[in-house]
């Protein structure tokens, strides 16, 4: 199994989990872990939130001893606040500060922050010198490959963050203006990596091993980061770790796909300051998730977006087994 060295940890060179706001949680975090995932990074926290004593802010930040490795993402574009928020973070001992500038919402952008920072390149480098004075680990970014496809400046911008101190570098390969629509261009993380010295993890349309496998070999990445294909699939780090030790890989059945999502659950309310009845709110789309690909997948994920108990998620999953022949 090959290895890369980001700061002090050593990790195999398999699959990292990518930051999801809204999304990758500590539940979600926990179970790529257990299924393989080289490193973790936190949902994205505002920089500015926690200066201001945002209790939402600060509640992203906490990290368990399973999860680690594991980065906490700050977004932000103001140095002086994501200095300041890169001090109070330390106390929850992060193993790297990523920053964001990469996300394309309008409620980040239109801050200034997230992907309108390669717009404005000096600014973004200002803020990782920023994060530097002020943190005790490893500092990186994470971009796009540019605003749109007329302004793509991913070496340029790669290289600006480099000189800035940035550690790592991690590389949607995406614009802003394409949001998570049409496909990620490769050729663009390649020249990254073809043009820093310091590593670079790819990420953007990897759904399964031989993906992962490909962008190596495309890009010459020293890692790769998977997104959306973990949606209720968290099967896909032991995927990607058992293609690259060379050992045989079993999908999960339609029986340990519903435990999973029972777990998953459970993990939610259990671990959610809010009365079960909220949490199981926020667990609906994760347990949709887990149908896709099977039959009745869209009457069943209808059903989950109507979850109310954990009763009704343990009827679902026994219905969606005896329609998908398991009982």
């Known amino acids: 199994m090959q ?23 500590s539940a979600y975090r926990l179970l790529a872990k257990e299924h393989g995932a080289a490193l973790l990074v936190s949902e994205m926290i505002s920089a500015k939130g926690l200066c201001y004593d945002s209790k939402g802010s600060a509640e992203l930040c906490a990290i368990t001893a399973p999860e680690r490795p594991m980065a906490l993402q700050l977004f932000g574009s103001e140095p002086e606040f994501i200095a300041r928020a890169v001090s109070m973070v330390q106390a929850y001992q992060p193993d790297f500060i990523d920053l964001n500038m990469g996300c394309p919402v309008p409620k980040v952008v239109n801050t200034g922050a997230g992907s309108a920072l390669m717009k404005t390149p000096e600014l973004a480098a200002e803020c990782v010198r920023a994060a530097i004075r002020e943190s005790d680990v490893p500092v990186t970014v994470k971009m796009r490959i540019g605003w749109d496809a007329e302004h793509i400046n991913a070496v340029e911008f790669a290289q600006a963050m480099e000189a800035a101190g940035a550690a790592a570098i991690t590389v949607h390969g995406r614009t802003k203006a394409q949001l998570y629509a049409g496909h990620a261009d490769w050729s663009q993380i390649a020249a990254v990596k073809a043009a820093v010295s310091v590593p670079v993890i790819g990420n953007g349309d990897i759904a399964s091993a031989q993906d992962a496998a490909a962008m190596y070999e495309q890009t010459g990445c020293d890692l790769v980061a998977v997104g959306r294909a973990t949606y209720g699939n968290p099967w896909i780090f032991a995927e990607i770790d058992a293609y690259f030790r060379g050992i045989p890989y079993t999908p999960p059945t339609p029986q340990e796909r519903m435990e999973m999502m029972l777990r998953h659950i459970r993990m939610i309310v259990e671990q959610s300051k809010k009365p079960p009845e909220i949490a199981i709110r926020e667990a609906r789309k994760h347990a949709s998730w887990y149908m896709t690909g099977h039959f009745g997948a869209a009457a069943f994920r209808e059903r989950c977006y109507r979850l109310s108990s954990y009763a009704q998620a343990e009827q679902l999953a026994e219905d969606f087994l005896q329609v998908n022949g398991e009982k």
């Open 3 to 25: 290895t890369i060295t980001l700061g002090r940890h050593i990790l195999p060179r398999t699959a990292a989990l990518a930051p999801m706001a809204g999304v990758a949680d």
